[in-house]
């Protein structure tokens, strides 16, 4: 079966650079998450996309900036990265919830190291 | 806004006995869902067992289950006959059913199997 796909899966930057993140949500997944994990601790939602509109915004700094596209893949822009940057980036997919149950499927992270 | 407490960084067992994971979540909703993820070093997220909180049927599969005490607001999960293979990060989450369908993780516990 077709998973969450993430790209890259490793990336090494300098401090003050940029960097995209990239999601491919499954097939027919609308709907589309972003986690920050950083080393340690637990997945924090940073924001989420359903038909190409923002659904629901967390703890995103204000130098990051994301968006979906019109095949439903997601990425995620930072901008003046600093060393606190530094985590695993889950993207997860979802078909819409409303008030049933959908899972999220969590693909397997990029990993952000800022030197 | 919904959190999600751990209070066991770090838990042990030996192989083939059972475990069990305590999780507590602080909410004004009466419908929502809960989660147990697994994550073992590759990091990917794996949902192990999820509880619909209009259930009172606690929710099992295979050795994993859970006690979901609604009133008390707790959420632990037994593991029984523990495997090599269960050693990993376990994070309680939670999800409302309507609206923001983020999922709000706790801090996590790591368990150790001991052969």
């Known amino acids: 079966a077709a998973g969450v796909i993430q790209s890259p899966r490793h990336l090494i930057k300098e401090k003050r650079e940029t960097a995209t993140l990239k999601c491919y949500p499954i097939?027919?997944?609308?709907?589309v998450y972003w986690y920050q994990q950083g080393p340690g601790q637990d997945p924090q939602f940073l924001i989420s996309?359903?038909?190409?509109?923002?659904?629901d915004k967390g703890s995103i700094p204000d130098r990051f900036s994301a968006q979906q596209f019109s095949d439903y893949h997601s990425e995620l822009n930072m901008s003046s990265l600093e060393l606190g940057d530094s985590a695993l980036y889950f993207c997860a997919s979802s078909l819409p919830g409303g008030s049933s149950y959908n899972e999220q499927f969590f693909g397997p992270g990029t990993r952000l190291t800022v030197l | 806004a919904q959190t999600v407490t751990q209070s066991q960084p770090e838990m042990s067992v030996q192989e083939a006995e059972t475990v069990t994971l305590s999780c507590t979540y602080d909410?004004?909703?009466?419908?929502?869902?809960l989660f147990w993820y697994k994550q073992p070093p590759s990091r990917q997220m794996i949902l192990v067992i999820r509880q619909e909180a209009y259930k009172q049927q606690n929710a099992t599969e295979n050795r994993f289950s859970v006690n979901f005490q609604k009133a008390a607001k707790s959420f632990s999960l037994k593991i029984s006959d523990s495997q090599l293979g269960d050693a990993a990060m376990y994070f309680c989450?939670?999800?409302?059913?309507?609206?923001?369908?983020?999922?709000?993780f706790g801090q996590g516990t790591r368990l150790t199997i001991n052969p």
């Open positions: 097939p027919r997944h609308d709907t």
């Open positions: 996309f359903y038909e190409k509109m923002q659904s």
């Open positions: 989450a939670y999800r409302s059913a309507e609206g923001a369908q983020k999922l709000v």
């Open positions: 909410t004004s909703e009466s419908d929502y869902y």
